[in-house]
């Protein structure tokens, strides 16, 4: 399994924007970020293969959420603009060693399951009203 280290988290107010970005320690081909608010459970919010060639977004986040990732793989973004209330929660990169190849449809199958075995500490995100 890859280390994962995430950055950029804050607070901003209602409409504004952050930037995440999480660096792994070695390659995967399935990549993205999870959310989990307090007394809710993990959320799927973006994937993206390497050079982000294929991009999956939640449906709660599109148009507003930009994820990007390296072509090397290991460096992952989360543009985030628009931000409401309701994204407030801890934000992390997740990564999946299980799956074959490149097997994007896999990689899509666990990201609706929450199902990426690699997480880094999480990074707090907070909007306010």
């Known amino acids: 399994q890859v280390q994962l280290a995430e950055s950029g988290g804050g607070s901003v107010q209602d409409g504004g924007s952050l930037t995440l970005s999480c660096t792994a320690s070695?390659?995967?081909?399935?990549m993205g970020w999870f959310r989990q608010a307090q007394g809710k459970e993990r959320e799927g919010v973006a994937i993206a293969s390497p050079g982000a060639m294929y991009i999956h977004y939640a449906d709660s986040v599109k148009g507003r959420f930009t994820i990007s990732r390296a072509n090397d793989g290991k460096t992952l973004t989360l543009q985030m603009n628009s931000l409401k209330p309701e994204d407030t929660a801890m934000y992390y990169c997740?990564?999946?060693?299980?799956?074959?190849?490149?097997?994007?449809?896999?990689?899509?199958?666990?990201?609706?399951?929450?199902?990426?075995?690699?997480r880094g500490q999480g990074t707090p995100v907070t909007v306010s009203s």
């Open positions: 997740a990564a999946e060693h299980r799956v074959r190849g490149e097997d994007w449809a896999d990689c899509r199958l666990r990201f609706a399951n929450s199902d990426y075995g690699s």
């Open positions: 070695g390659y995967t081909y399935c």
